[in-house]
């Protein structure tokens, strides 16, 4: 393949020849295509992560678990900060951490983030001063990444540097020279397996170079684990311990780790977890004794009895991969079948987590999510992947297949991939 | 009755004789029981306002509502940030406020009033600049008053400064004189309706007066109408409505309220609500958007699908209601028993909350609770109703009667009565 040649499937485009009959040929073929998608008046939704129907079906059964009969009395009233003991042992060995390592909170593992975040502006890490004391507080964000990591930033005033992304995880010679050289940074966010929307598993290197590396004393990895088990094929690579790893570092305090059964149970009435070193956790305690009594322990009861065990959780989450594969691989079918021929369209292949991250040629990404939404298409903003939505190439667009039924992600598909032709196109012909 | 005698039940001792046959008999016969409550190695506890196993028993029906059968899909899903509709519709009419004036939250409104004063710390309040920025910040604090309320300022290092409360509320002179002088006041907690531990219910004058005051702009009400509907009598007075009361004064932005079913369903899984302005609505959603996807949505359905409407709230505040009587009951009359006739002891005669407020002669309060531990009776402790501790005359204690069992509340009574004497003697013989 000549690389002055862009290959769009069927049609096979000069770039160098603005008059080639083929590109011609092909916009009109996808501009009537994209005609048809506007008459039909879809409402489609590509745009967050969220589990569709037959998933949550999977957890209706924890709603048959508690009732008048059964009810404990204990958990119904005040107290527990930390989580229900049986909710502790069991999430415990979903982080990989002992129970005097994890606080099991409310519904959001978001909210214990930012929680976790405000207490560091308010009360500062390690004994270091207030962060909002600070003149200046920066923080490594991998990209592309999770928007809500970034608005969390962008919210507290915490200015965030770019590092990119490799095929192992953040570029590490980067993420090192800069934590090692400035101590305004104090943290970077990660999501260590299938990461959002690489699908990125870091690593045994990068962890334990994340663990070793020189950084501020009141440095945090905020390690939010939110795919922790979420592999969509058997053979998915594992993640390295990173608290292990920093304990071996002499560097315990360092991780912060957040996961959720947002994707195991219900995503607005599951359960959230913290874990951490005994003195974080001890630290966090502290903090938290004065904002709530404790967090709903039936809720939490509940999942217990449901998910019984770590086999269990196993259990339901291969009947969640069975739901999601064939989401997945139509995506990924289309693109291949589409583009498989071009260097100006690439994804990933995720084997876990909820998302395929699409790089269009650059410039183009804003106008494809453009034309999908007038088509009736809903995808993630383009730059929404990166800290304050600025990706420097307009490229990334996070594609999320798991909410819409199997016929409509099909439309979906075929609008997708006409909006990119004629996005590229248009981009090469204007 | 002459001033300088102190009247404890049966015993009438002369303050300034104490050499009085009735002093020393009275307190051996108190020791004596004092010695058999120690060998009886009891394990009470009158401490915390906690709901009783029979009044956690009235809503085990909830527990029923939602089945695997008949879960509506949306509400397991993400989103859903200010709250279920049918949530919102109904506490509305508990606070008082228009749907759109409302948020609904998860298990703790104490988790929504300290969320919003760490906003208020980190982004200000009503467009000002943020309090974590300022050299000093202000609270007015009525005391007695919520322990927990001032915990959360202590922690935020926001100074307290103790108003005296009246029989209808805070010492208003002082309050306005304050809050009109000092721009560093920025703030007042309020638990309006049967106050905790005064159960003193707010006169529409104080809540005008709160209303029309001159303060700072970014000056917030903290009301924490946690006993709205919590009366023990049908006679209860009721309570003028703030944010009314505000915006008729075109301070309409003034009030924060809060509220929750910790006591009307379960303390540990109920549902709390934040109402405001619209305007103060829209600017908590604005950031708490950046917080968390959402609250958990099954709860709150399961909650208004249980109490139905404002008439089913009403029904089972009348069900605890029957049952804490006989309690608050109780306590008052061992305390009208013992010491009717004397000024030494002291109580208000609550008509709704949980809380019999006890003022033991100054300097014995602190006594008093330490004894009633030695005899395995806890009590909140002495001081704990004040900012920082430090109520100057050693006076006041919280007696929370709802907790324990009648037969153990009996013996809770004999205890306390037996070391306010012991107490007040030894504060006069020593």
Redesign the interface.
């Known amino acids: 393949m000549k690389k002055n040649n862009i290959h769009i499937g069927e049609y096979n485009m000069d770039y160098f020849d603005r008059t080639n009959s083929d590109l011609q040929k092909a916009y009109e073929v996808e501009k009537k295509k994209y005609t048809s998608f506007i008459k039909a008046k879809l409402n489609l939704n590509m745009a ?1 992560g ?2 569709c ?1 037959e998933q ?1 079906d999977l ?3 924890m ?2 678990i ?3 009969k059964n ?1 404990v ?1 204990d ?6 900060l930390e989580g229900i003991k049986e909710a502790r042992e069991l999430f415990a060995k979903v982080a990989g951490v002992s129970e005097q390592e994890i606080i099991i909170g ?3 593992s ?2 214990m983030m ?2 976790y975040l ?1 207490r560091a ?2 009360f500062g890490v390690n004994g270091k001063p ?1 962060w ?2 600070m003149k200046t507080v920066k923080f490594l964000c991998p990209s592309p990444g999770y928007d ?1 990591h970034f ?2 930033c962008e ?2 005033g915490i200015e965030m540097i770019t590092i990119p992304m490799k095929e192992d995880g953040p570029d590490m010679d980067l993420v090192e020279t800069l934590a090692s050289s400035d101590e305004s940074i104090k943290g970077i966010w990660c999501v260590p397996r299938f990461s959002n929307p690489d699908g990125v598993v870091y690593s045994d290197e990068v962890v334990d170079r994340l663990a070793n590396m020189k950084t501020a004393s009141d440095f945090v990895i905020m390690w939010d684990n939110a795919y922790c088990v979420h592999a969509l094929y058997s053979d998915a690579p594992e993640l390295k311990n990173i608290l292990t790893a920093c304990k071996e570092a002499g560097n315990s305090n360092r991780p912060i780790m957040f996961g959720s059964t ?1 994707k195991i149970t ?4 599951g359960i959230a977890f913290m874990s951490a070193s005994v003195t974080n956790i001890n630290s966090a305690l502290d ?1 938290m004794k ?10 939490q009861l509940a999942h217990v009895k449901f998910l019984k065990d770590i086999d269990g959780i196993k259990a339901i989450m291969q009947l969640h991969a069975e739901i999601l594969r064939p989401k997945f691989e139509m995506v990924i079918s289309a693109l291949t079948n589409n583009f498989s021929d071009t260097d100006l369209v690439k994804w990933n292949n995720p084997t876990g987590g909820y998302f395929i991250s699409l790089y269009v040629k650059n410039g183009c990404a804003k106008k494809v999510c453009e034309l999908c939404k007038k088509a009736g298409m809903i995808l993630t903003p383009a730059g929404a992947t990166y800290p304050l939505n600025l990706d420097d190439y307009d490229s990334n667009i996070r594609i999320a297949p798991t909410f819409p039924p199997l016929d409509e992600l099909e439309k979906a598909c075929d609008i997708l991939v006409c909006c990119i032709k004629l996005a590229i196109i248009e981009s090469i012909t204007k």
């Open positions: 967050r969220k589990p129907k949550l957890s209706d059964g709603l048959d508690l009732n008048s009810v009395s958990y119904r009233n005040y107290g527990g409310n519904n959001s978001l909210n930012f929680d405000m502006m308010q207030a909002c004391t809500r608005a969390i919210t507290l947002s219900y995503p607005g009435s903090k004065i904002q709530s009594i404790g967090p709903d322990k039936l809720t």
